[in-house]
């Protein structure tokens, strides 16, 4: 819908992605969906309310993508907040114990996940930094 021209102005689908999106942001930041969301089609934190990186990243992106910083950036600079945060020592970032599911019941772990921090990383530089 972005690469078309649409964004949270002038697509109310998009307002409610956002929308959700910011309805389920945790107090530090992040985001933490759990695989039983999938499985009982009800949206589910991670126990104990906690993020782990792939999600806060995913969640970012489609926020800067759709132009929630035109409106409110304070969301995003929470989350980014988080990653910048979370990042180790050695430049990685902690993995998650899961990043997907299929069949409503597998649990999976995207090893190429691991890089979602640092492109949402680079958009918040590029998109809502320098455009501030």
């Known amino acids: 819908m972005v690469c078309c ?3 949270y102005h002038n697509n109310p689908s998009l307002g409610k992605a956002c ?3 910011l309805s389920k942001q945790l107090p530090n930041g992040g985001w933490g969906e759990n695989y039983l969301s999938s499985q009982n089609k009800v949206y589910t934190n991670l126990e104990g309310n906690r993020a782990n990186l792939t ?3 995913w969640a ?3 926020l800067i993508g759709a132009g929630q910083a035109e409106i409110d950036a304070t969301p995003i600079h929470k989350g980014i907040k988080l ?4 990042q180790m020592e050695d430049g990685d970032f902690p993995q998650p114990d899961a990043t ?10 995207y090893a190429s996940h691991r890089n979602i921090p640092i492109w949402a990383h ?3 530089r590029s998109r809502v930094l320098h455009a501030s």
């Open 5 to 7: 021209g649409r964004n």
């Open 19 to 21: 929308e959700f999106l």
């Open 55 to 57: 999600q806060p990243s």
């Open 60 to 62: 970012l992106l489609s």
């Open 83 to 86: 990653i910048i945060n979370s």
């Open 100 to 109: 997907g599911v299929f069949f409503r019941e597998t649990v999976i772990n």
């Open 122 to 124: 680079g958009e918040y």
